[in-house]
């Protein structure tokens, strides 16, 4: 062996050792990057640039972060607020949902009632997917209006803490991924007959809507609600009070691994 190649050697065993270590530590493979991503820092913007701003009313922003009084927009008290975004090009066959939020009701019980949803996919007469806080104050995925609901036992939610939730659909595959605080905490195996509900042909008035004004009736009956997100169960009544830091929103079903590297953390 010549002493040119001899002298390279050093090197080369440095850069496979440096190689190696970037492997373990899976810096091989960035963070996913989000269809879509809302920080709260003062405004309602996508962070990317792409999609338009949160529908904000009645809210706050409040140390950096959005502010959500806990009144369902359409009750019969006035102040309810509204806060709904519209993610185009979303394909609801697969994709990742994931925020960093706090609660902040008076009371622990109305964490687990009537204030207890968190993020919903959907708004006016079709729900496709939904994150909620169990009577047990556990953490809940719902799909397909609720008819598929599935509460993931010994997965306390916390209130008045800041708290990570991250969930990836896949519905081909037929399987759904939960992580609170980085860490994977549920795989979710849907039936093997799962099929997302299609949008009826008709659309109908939920019952909550009936007697209101006819204003807010039809621009909530216009919006396309296979790509809208609310912190708001419209179907229930059920609202988020609250601050929210952050939103990310990925357009297809991120695995196990990559949910652990969404960039946000309690």
């Not at 496979?16 to 309602?44: K, M, T, W």
């Not at 927009?73 to 006035?78: A, C, G, N, Q, T």
């Not at 997302?196 to 007697?211: A, C, H, W, Y």
Request: hydrophobic share 40%; glycine share 8%.
């Amino acid at each position: 062996m010549s002493k040119v190649s001899t002298s390279y050697l050093p090197v080369i065993a440095l850069f496979a050792v440096c190689s190696l270590i970037g492997v373990c530590r899976g810096e091989q493979e960035p963070a996913p990057e989000p269809l879509a991503h809302y920080r709260f820092n003062g405004d309602a913007k996508d962070a990317k640039g792409v999609h338009a701003d949160f529908e904000l009313e009645n809210t706050a922003f409040k140390d950096d972060a959005l502010y959500l009084n806990g009144h369902y927009e359409l009750s019969v008290e006035k102040g309810g607020y509204r806060a709904i975004c519209r993610t185009s090009g979303l394909d609801i066959a697969g994709y990742t949902v994931a925020l960093r939020f706090k609660s902040e009701p008076h009371r622990i019980e109305e964490f687990r009632s009537f204030r207890s949803n968190l993020f919903t996919g959907g708004v006016s007469s079709y729900r496709w997917f939904g994150l909620q806080r169990s009577q047990n104050g556990n953490l809940v995925v719902m799909l397909n209006n609720g008819l598929f609901r599935h509460e993931i036992k010994g997965v306390a939610l916390e209130h008045h803490k800041w708290t990570v939730v991250a969930c990836s659909v896949d519905i081909p595959a037929r399987t759904v991924i939960a992580a609170v605080n980085g860490k994977q905490v549920s795989i979710i195996r849907l039936p093997m007959d799962f099929k997302v509900i299609d949008l009826p042909k008709g659309i109908r008035l939920p019952k909550e809507l009936e007697g209101r004004d006819v204003k807010l009736r039809t621009m909530l009956m216009q919006k396309d609600t296979k790509k809208e997100w609310s912190f708001t169960d419209y179907g229930h009544g059920r609202c988020f009070h609250g601050l929210v830091d952050e939103i990310l929103i990925y357009g297809r079903a991120l695995t196990a691994g990559e949910l652990e590297k969404i960039p946000l953390r309690p």
